[in-house]
């Protein structure tokens, strides 16, 4: 029996991935999937789960979808990912109108499950080991054909007080490399230009399997394969190794911008937040990777509101921005998630926390503003990403930008310039915070 099946994936890259290999275990299985839910026989919501503002977003699609099956234009929906896993009692006693969950250690077993719906006769509720889940598999690519993600390892062992993934993933699991470079180098046969190497924490790799940080020697073996751009995101601080920063120095495709969630600067609440690092840790390694890599363009993730945050503490973190210059930051207000440590410790309120993330979104945008005017009258390598007919301008990504959270560049060509191919760029002016320029060659 053949049924067609849709699928929304929320959350982060890593999630995306998961659905990506959803996507090809239930083409494998002999269904169809549609883009649209409308039609299909059934609807998969691959949810996102770590922040009680990322569950508000899964359940609005949820009852989305419910809608569509009250009014007969969906049969079954399946709940997946991080809030099955977080709120499986909750989900199936909440929301009758969801037929089935799968939890975060059961993605493997979506076919079954759709089977089971379609039968009428189980309401299905598979929640694996997440410890010990599969991590491999075909994907079916939802990312435009030039650029795709390499999760190369699951769960986290770092367990940051106000964090509940490590509670959702797992502990931290690497994949073994030769399976990572076969799937790499399947991705770089179809096409894709662009590899982002992605995890909770990718600088881990490989110490779970041998006791020793194996990111720098899998760095050396994707950089033989026929991608152009190399893309790291989610180092922890302190895992930064000396053979790691001079792989990513000597590498001309490990592209040099380097994505390192801080979430604070303060040494009081780094080490309330069991964060391995102090201030003079974090400076000091800025230091160290802007000396040994040029052009370096940081990325990073704060936290504003955090536990033991007072005025000046903030103020700190404030002046910590202003002073390393962090190129592209992530400024998230603390949410004190059910579950963790963070949640029961002394925090300011939310209107208060929030007030401090619009002034630390100030003090970023500031830094962008004095970035993309230092970076004004340059000639860069662009990924051409498509045409905006509203501008009347292509538009694509320079190394300094990250698909879906950076910015854009736009720029002007004489010819047309077709999509995945890199061209010259001069950079001319800024237009509504992002850059714009013409096509050099
Ligand atoms: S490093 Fe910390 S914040 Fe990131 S996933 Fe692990 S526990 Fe969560």
């Not at 491999?136 to 190369?152: C, Q």
């Not at 690092?277 to 000091?284: E, G, N, R, S, Y």
């Not at 052009?295 to 955090?306: E, K, P």
């Not at 061209?423 to 915070?433: C, E, H, K, S």
């Amino acid at each position: 029996m053949s049924y067609t099946v849709s699928f929304i994936s929320l959350g982060c890259a890593k999630n995306q991935v998961n659905c990506e290999q959803m996507m090809a275990t239930v083409q494998a299985a002999g269904y169809t999937i549609q883009i649209q839910p409308e039609g299909a026989d059934v609807v998969v919501v691959n949810t996102c789960g770590f922040l009680a503002s990322a569950c508000e977003e899964a359940i609005g699609n949820i009852l989305e979808m419910a809608e569509l099956k009250k009014a007969g234009k969906v049969k079954k929906i399946l709940v997946t990912g991080c809030m099955a896993q977080r709120y499986k009692e909750d989900v199936l006693k909440e929301l009758p109108e969801v037929d089935g969950i799968l939890g975060t250690g059961s993605y493997g077993d979506i076919a079954d499950a759709i089977r089971e719906v379609m039968s009428d006769t189980v309401r299905p509720c598979h929640m694996g080991n997440i410890h010990t889940a599969g991590q491999s598999g075909e994907r079916i690519l939802s990312t435009p054909p030039w650029y795709a993600y390499l999760r190369i390892a699951e769960g986290c062992d770092n367990h940051c007080a106000y964090c509940v993934i490590p509670s959702l993933r797992g502990k931290y699991r690497s994949r073994p490399m030769e399976e990572l470079l076969e799937e790499a180098a399947e991705l770089a046969d179809s096409g894709v230009k662009e590899l982002l190497v992605i995890a909770q924490d990718i600088t881990r790799y490989g110490t779970d399997w041998s006791g020793e940080h194996k990111l720098a020697e899998l760095l050396r073996e994707l950089c033989k394969l026929d991608f152009h751009w190399i893309r790291l995101h989610y180092l922890y601080p302190d895992e930064i190794t000396d053979e790691l920063i001079d792989t990513i120095a000597r590498e001309e495709k490990i592209l040099p911008y380097l994505d390192i969630p801080m979430q604070h600067c303060n040494d009081t609440i780094l080490k309330a937040m069991n964060r391995r690092d102090t201030k003079a840790d974090l400076v000091a390694l800025v230091d160290k990777l802007r000396s040994r890599i040029p052009n370096l363009v940081l990325r990073t993730s704060l936290i504003a509101g955090l536990p033991y945050e007072d005025e000046a503490a903030f103020e700190e973190l404030c002046q910590f921005l202003r002073d390393e210059r962090i190129e592209r930051a992530g400024i998230f207000t603390f949410s004190p998630e059910e579950g963790t440590r963070a949640a029961l410790m002394d925090h300011v309120d939310t209107e208060e926390a929030k007030r401090r993330t619009e002034l630390l979104v100030d003090v970023q945008s500031d830094i962008i503003d004095d970035y993309h005017d230092s970076i004004l009258g340059q000639e860069r390598e662009v990924l051409c990403e498509g045409f905006d007919p509203q501008a009347q301008m292509f538009f694509g990504r320079s190394y300094a930008e990250s698909p879906e959270i950076d910015g854009r560049i736009y720029f002007t060509a004489d010819d047309q310039v077709e999509a995945g191919t890199f061209v010259q760029v001069r950079f001319t002016g800024v237009m509504d915070g992002e850059i714009t320029g013409e096509m050099v060659s």
